[in-house]
């Protein structure tokens, strides 16, 4: 097996499997943008060294445009998609996480093969054309929107 494996160690083989690697990573990050754009998501800073888009939601209407409630709705379209709160740095636990400069953004990956990636972004596109046809109302049920919604705790007399 080790000696199998010699002639992958050749550093003209390693140099085309490298740009090999990204060619397929570029194409497929660009087919991703692409749609985004035509969904009018668009992307501040394209990824270049990452399979991740950074996605900022500020744009779209409440409750839509905080990453849980799009989280919650894509999870819905059998969808993931990484809440911008989850990568908040917040070590001392100081700030609301409805109050992170992350709560506008979700992460995505351009990772998987490409008929997901279609899949994932045809379930946004479902989404936002539900958001336009029914309204706000029906979005960001799943969890409490602020902090100002959190009830105190009940004492209990014993």
Known sequence: ?????IPLLDPFHAQQEKIALQKHFKA??????ARLKELHLEVDIPPSS???IWLNLEKLPAPLN???TFFEELLKEKTIVIPGIFFDINPAHRRNLFNSPCHHFVRLSFGPPLKDLDAGLDAIDRVLKKAKKKGMHEFGQGYLKTSLEIPEPVQVSG
């Open 1 to 5: 097996m080790q000696l199998a494996a």
């Open 66 to 68: 905080n990453g849980l």
């Open 50 to 52: 990452t399979f991740y």
């Open 28 to 33: 497929k990050r660009d087919h991703v943008l």
